[in-house]
């Protein structure tokens, strides 16, 4: 994961990427990840996707407008979870709201 002056940018090996403004992350923080809903790329909802390599320090990104995410196949999310190595170091990277707990 990738977080620069005017884009944001993660992939999970060669089935899914994202790349977007930096500008439509509305919020973010760290979420509870169950071990049912799995690791790898995952859809967790109707508008929403994971790259999640482990169940802990995973970080939801709120996005407005929706974004087009590659997760096996397209689709445009609203929610992006991730599990990047430090966790505490990307929220203070982004530097924004926490979203609602």
């Known amino acids: 994961m ?3 002056p005017r884009e944001v ?4 090996g060669p ?5 977007f403004p930096l500008a439509v992350v509305r919020s973010a923080r760290v979420i509870p990840w169950s071990w049912w809903r799995g690791y790898g790329v995952r859809w967790y909802g ?4 994971g790259f999640v390599g482990r169940g802990r ?3 939801e990104l709120v996005l407005e ?3 087009e995410v590659r997760a096996v196949l ?5 929610r992006l979870a991730l ?11 982004l530097d924004l709201p926490a979203g609602p707990g």
């Not at 397209?74 to 609203?78: D, I, K, L, M, N």
């Open 83 to 93: 599990s990047p190595s430090d966790p505490e170091a990307l929220l203070a990277r």
């Open 9 to 12: 940018a993660a992939s999970f």
């Open 57 to 59: 320090g995973v970080v």
């Open 15 to 19: 089935l899914a990427a994202a790349r």
């Open 2 to 4: 990738e977080v620069g």
């Open 65 to 67: 407008p929706a974004v």
């Open 74 to 78: 397209r689709r445009r999310v609203r």
């Open 46 to 49: 109707w508008d929403a996707a």
